[in-house]
Antibody, heavy 123, light 110 residues
């Protein structure tokens, strides 16, 4: 059974750096083809894709947020970390991590997802 | 990168079929078969319903089907049931080596 769980701060002040950790089980990022992505959802709004890291450390970012995001992995701990610099109240959202899978090439889908963690940015 | 366009809401009576559209561009939906659909209940994490345009994961009802024509992907729910009332999001790979989600559609069972 594959599970993922997000952890991190619940409240941040504007301009601070957000660090979120995704701890997963049931698969390994040492395995060829494995990947973990981050997605967020502001309250009452749509999903927004943020970043993806592959088993071989290839990283992809949302073009609109690329300058503020960094995704890394710790394969020994089965963790993926997302950092977002210079947060603003508009970054208030539930942040999800999810396993990335594909059938051919490197592009596919996100499943399963973690339960999500709500991050509020407010002064 | 603009979000894919979905209708804000779609409704239908039990037993009917409904279709949710997801319109992108030639830089995403129109160029790739990597379109997926997600179902989300209030306060819950999204669940994968369709991947690679038209494939159903194990455990997903065969009442859910996906297709694509040009820059528009579609999710059809046949034999609509009360439990299908939820938000639905499409997602596509893009030429920017990234992914983009749709604006989301609220499905109401009348």
């Amino acid at each position: 059974q594959i599970t993922l769980k997000e952890s991190g701060p619940t409240l941040l002040k504007p301009t601070q750096t957000l660090t979120l950790t995704c701890t997963f089980s049931g698969f390994s990022l040492r395995t060829s083809g494995a990947g973990v992505g981050w997605i967020r959802q502001p309250p009452g709004k749509a999903l927004e894709w943020l970043a993806l890291i592959y088993w071989h450390d290839d990283k992809r970012y949302s073009p609109s947020l690329k300058s503020r995001l960094t995704i890394t992995k710790d394969t020994s701990k089965n963790q993926v970390v997302l950092t977002m610099t210079n947060v603003d109240p508009v970054d208030t959202a539930t942040y999800y991590c999810a396993q990335h899978s594909y059938t051919s090439s490197w592009y596919g889908w996100f499943d399963p997802w973690g339960q999500g963690t709500l991050v509020t940015v407010s002064s | 990168q603009s979000a894919l366009t979905q209708p804000a809401s779609v409704s239908g009576s039990p037993g009917q079929s409904i279709t949710i559209s997801c319109t992108g561009t030639s830089s995403d939906v129109g160029s790739y078969k990597y379109v997926s659909w997600y179902q989300q209940y209030p306060g819950k994490a999204p669940k994968l319903m369709i991947y690679d345009v038209s494939n159903r994961p194990s455990g997903v009802s065969n009442r859910f089907s996906g297709s694509k024509s040009g820059n528009t992907a579609s999710l059809t729910i046949s034999g609509l049931q009360a439990e299908d009332e939820a938000d639905y999001y499409c997602n596509s790979y893009t030429s920017a080596y990234a992914y983009v989600f749709g604006t989301g559609t609220k499905v109401t069972v009348l």
